[in-house]
């Protein structure tokens, strides 16, 4: 008796593909980019082409992976969003058509599946006023003696985003929150970025706010977590207290790694608590305080005494909270940055 010739297994080859439609007035100058794992790529377009008898051409194919040997894979939603957000091409609303010719989609298909940031045509070099340069040179020197907080009381007019950028740039800082009670200065933030920042690929400009939801050079969260992050580039954050006060966001995390009386972390755990967004995720009130406490906020505190009064402070003396998992350790940030150690201390720490 022949033994049956059973296949336990097929290969799944994820593939994302262009193509475009010549003879179709309405789309031309556009390609379609889609995505497929079941079908071959031809089988696919043929899937939603034939019904209309539309003949079609394809412009390119090439697997769903990163090409910076992770492994990981991708879909055509993350390579839309890069299209859409750092490149600028123009969708054809809830259609996978974009106004885009195949070799140029392909080129850029190549960068995305490379982390590779798209970058502003101009290059543009600033310099800073003589007050710009006092106060950058001043606040770098009190924080690299040591120094935690410093405070510009500066005149209208005075340029602190472009002082604030140079800052940045002069420490090497990584990681940038900017925090404002005035979401319709967020596009000043973001075209200065555009302008003097960007260009140098260094950092990548991070928000959800609705006002920058167009912006060229603003990419979301959820696209610098999975695909910019790995490739090593920093971040400046924009946020809103109105944004974090209605966050629908229950990924969005917190830190004070210099915590004296917990009175920061405290504030950001009531307006999570309160959002919106949370309640909607954690509609039991217990679940959402558990969630915030052990996926939302961090904190270090220097001394044994300064981590129970933060602590104390955050949690109150509810025994069933301080029972709950949380990120609040004991811990001198400020040694560490001394000694160029930070970092590892925060991952030391938290991851």
């Known amino acids: 008796m022949t033994a049956p010739n059973i296949k336990t297994y097929s290969r799944i080859i994820p593939m994302v ?32 082409t034939h019904t209309a008898n539309i003949r079609w051409t394809l412009a390119w194919k090439d697997n769903a992976m990163y090409k910076d040997g992770s492994g990981e894979y991708f879909t055509d939603h993350d390579f839309h969003s890069y299209l859409q957000v750092r490149a600028n091409i123009q969708r054809e609303p809830d259609t996978e058509w974009f106004k885009i010719d195949g070799e140029h989609s392909q080129q850029l298909f190549t960068r995305f599946a490379n982390r590779m940031l798209v970058q502003p045509q101009a290059e543009c070099e600033y310099s800073l006023r003589d007050e710009q340069a006092r106060a950058v040179k001043m606040t770098k020197e009190y924080f690299e003696n040591g120094g935690k907080e410093f405070l510009w009381n500066a005149k209208p007019r005075f340029g602190k985003t472009l002082t604030s950028y140079d800052l940045v740039r002069s420490m090497g800082f990584k990681k940038v929150l900017i925090v404002t009670n005035r979401p319709s200065i967020a596009n000043s933030w973001a075209d200065d970025f555009q302008k003097f920042i960007a260009w140098r690929n260094e950092l990548c400009f991070v928000s959800d706010t609705d006002a920058l939801s167009n912006h060229p050079i603003v990419i979301s969260r959820k696209d610098y977590m999975h695909t910019y992050r790995e490739h090593k580039k920093g971040m400046v954050a924009f946020e809103s207290l109105q944004g974090l006060k209605g966050s629908k966001h229950p990924v969005l995390t917190f830190a004070d790694l210099y915590m004296k009386s917990g009175l920061y972390i405290t504030e950001i755990v009531k307006r999570l608590y309160k959002s919106e967004g949370l309640k909607e995720a954690f509609p039991d009130s217990k679940d959402r305080i558990r969630h915030i406490l052990s996926k939302q906020v961090y904190g270090m505190a220097p001394t044994r005494i300064i981590y129970l009064i933060a602590t104390n402070y955050i949690l109150g003396f509810d025994p069933e909270l301080k029972e709950t998992n949380h990120n609040f350790v004991q811990a001198d940030a400020a040694e560490a940055a001394k000694s160029n150690s930070l970092q590892q201390l925060v991952d030391d720490c938290f991851e």
């Open 17 to 48: 593909y262009a193509y475009n439609t010549p003879g179709i007035p309405y789309h031309d100058g556009w390609t379609k980019i889609g995505y497929t794992e079941k079908q071959s790529v031809e089988d696919r377009i043929n899937q939603q």
